[in-house]
């Protein structure tokens, strides 16, 4: 008799047991793909940052290139490059919205002396509250 009483008294889980379990556990894995999602629009916003940069290096590279006249180079000449390539169009392929607001402007007010341009890199950025960031880099040239 004492075996038939230990075997009523341990009869496993209900199913309202089963139900809430699977419940907690459907929460947590909603949880988790959220995560990942939010990881995922992370990880490409700090993709188009960097390319953000690689856009304002190139800029700074052709502005570089145009220099070895020993004069500040001109930014409408520096724009297309050496490989004829214009700057807008090298780079609106890879930023949504990047040539709309995007420039270059000199800070050297036709001083001799000084050599500055501002670069302000700027594009649409849909996923991520539909905000429109910008990257301003100030870049000195030395004059030969």
């Not at 949880?31 to 304002?56: C, D, F, K, V, W």
């Not at 036709?110 to 880099?137: H, N, V």
Request: hydrophobic fraction near 40%; charged fraction near 20%.
């Amino acid at each position: 008799m004492m075996r038939a009483e230990r075997f009523h008294t341990s009869r496993g889980f209900s199913l309202i047991e089963a139900l809430i379990a699977l419940l907690v556990l459907s929460i947590g894995m909603l949880g988790a793909a959220a995560m990942q999602l939010n990881a995922l629009q992370s990880a490409h916003i700090a993709y188009q940052r960097s390319i953000a940069t690689l856009a304002a290096q190139d800029a700074q590279e052709r502005l570089w290139a145009q220099i070895a006249g020993g004069t500040c180079p001109n930014w409408s000449d520096a724009r297309e490059g050496n490989n004829g390539i214009d700057w807008y169009d090298a780079w609106s392929g890879y930023l949504p919205g990047f040539s709309d607001s995007s420039d270059v402007d000199s800070e050297s007010n036709g001083s001799s002396s000084e050599c500055g341009f501002t670069i302000t890199i700027s594009w649409d950025e849909p996923r991520a509250s539909g905000e429109k960031p910008e990257f301003i880099y100030h870049v000195r040239l030395p004059q030969l």
